[in-house]
Each structure stands twice: as structure tokens, then as C-alpha cells.
């Protein structure tokens, strides 16, 4: 599987920008990239995802290296409420299925 | 709204009582899934099915089973749970899952299990 590596942590005003970068040097050229956030407690929430292109939704944008082996993952006007620890994720294909192997994320507190 | 359900959202057990947690959606997925999170660590694929074939992690230990009576339920059933076995359970469901094609998973709220 295609292993990323984020920062461990990271800070953010209230109000800017957050982009949090992810490493994936192994990526493969089937592989996506995905980026999930969990608030403590809940379950994790599906932010946005991509191949080769950059995406953007109404929750953040996504911006992958053309090489595809790094991307960063942009919250626009960050709020308290996007205090969480964010997972950059390469979703390998399985038998049926596709699996989701979790890093270490990245803990982002968003300060006011 | 169409969405992953668990129940309960916190589960209380005895050491080596047998427990079953349950999973629902309204997605009409195909694919459902169950993870462990351990406190402080990320979640971790135990198995999954597609429709009614069952797919196990290779480093499942044997004390985890999964049942699938319809596409709407999954159950998590832990036949003699250990201290080292609190944690976490979520369950996430995909709409697909074959190769090459992009499928998003998406997560219940998770159901946190205490073994006393």
C-alpha cells in the first residue's frame, strides 16, 4: 500500500487559511488520493478526493504535484469547527472492496 | 437523511462476555465495512463485504466475526473480548468497490466499547 506522511500537528487562525500538506512518493497511477478529518469522538467525515486533477468542493480544495507525489489539502476560511485531525489517505483497490489504511493524520487546532 | 447508523454509541461488556455491535444504512450500499480505533491511534480495516462475500484482514484475530443478514445491517460480534479489545468500532459503507473505480466511503458515528 501506498504510505503518506503528514506534519503530526499544526496551528491556524481562526478566520485563514489552512493548507496541510501530505507526502505520497509511492503513489501508484490507479491509486487516489483522499482526504478524510475526524472531530474527537465522531466517526471520520469524508472531505474530498482526486486523481490527477485538482478538485474543490464546498468544504475545502485539493491540489496534487503533477508527479502525484504530494498534495495539499486547503480549508479556505478556517473555523473552530474545523479543529480535528485531518487523514491524507491513497485508497488502494482490494478484491471487492477498497480499503482505507490510515496514517497518523495531521491534528489541526484552529485558534480564534 | 440517508446515512450510517450505529447502535448503541457506547457499549459496556464484561472480559470474556460475548458482544455484538450493529451497524445500518440507508444508502443502499454495496460494501460495508468495520474498523477498530484504538484511543490515540488511527482506524484499522478489520474485514469487510461486498454484498455477502466476506473479506478478512489478514491480521484479524479470530476473535472478531461479522455477520451480513441483508444489505441494510451489518453486525460486529466479538466472541470473548479481552481489555486490550476497548476501542473504537466504526462502520462505513461504500456504494462500490471494484477495482479502478472511486468510491467513497462513508463513516457511522461509531460505537465505543469498555470491557470491564
Known amino acids: 500500500d501506498a504510505k503518506t506522511t503528514q506534519p503530526p500537528s499544526m496551528d491556524c487562525a481562526e478566520g485563514r487559511a489552512a493548507n496541510l500538506p501530505c507526502n505520497h512518493s509511492t503513489i501508484s497511477g490507479n491509486e487516489y488520493v483522499y482526504w478524510y478529518r475526524q472531530i474527537h469522538s465522531q466517526g471520520p467525515q469524508y472531505i474530498i478526493h482526486g486523481l490527477k486533477n485538482n478538485e474543490t468542493n464546498e468544504m475545502a480544495s485539493l491540489i496534487i504535484t503533477e508527479d502525484r507525489k504530494s498534495s495539499t489539502l486547503i480549508l479556505p476560511h478556517a473555523t473552530l469547527r474545523d479543529t480535528a485531525v485531518y487523514y491524507c489517505?491513497?485508497?488502494?483497490?482490494?478484491?471487492?472492496?477498497?480499503?482505507?489504511?490510515f496514517g497518523g493524520g495531521t491534528r489541526v487546532l484552529v485558534k480564534p | 437523511d440517508a446515512m450510517v447508523i450505529q447502535n448503541p454509541r457506547y457499549q459496556v461488556t464484561q472480559f470474556g462476555k460475548p458482544v455484538t455491535l450493529s451497524c445500518s444504512q440507508t444508502l443502499n450500499h454495496n460494501v460495508m465495512y468495520w474498523y477498530q480505533q484504538k484511543s490515540s491511534q488511527a482506524p484499522k480495516l478489520l474485514f469487510h463485504y461486498y454484498d455477502k462475500d466476506f473479506n478478512n484482514e489478514a491480521d484479524t484475530p479470530d476473535n472478531f466475526q461479522s455477520r451480513r443478514p441483508n444489505t441494510s445491517f451489518c453486525f460486529l460480534d466479538i466472541r470473548s473480548p479481552g481489555l486490550g479489545d476497548a476501542a473504537m468500532y466504526l462502520c462505513?459503507?461504500?456504494?462500490?468497490?471494484?477495482?479502478?473505480?472511486?468510491?467513497?466511503?462513508?463513516f457511522g458515528p461509531g460505537t465505543r466499547l469498555l470491557v470491564l
Open positions: 462505513a459503507t461504500s456504494r462500490d468497490g471494484l477495482g479502478g473505480v472511486e468510491e467513497t466511503q462513508y
Open positions: 489517505i491513497v485508497r488502494v483497490a482490494i478484491a471487492a472492496g477498497n480499503k482505507l489504511t
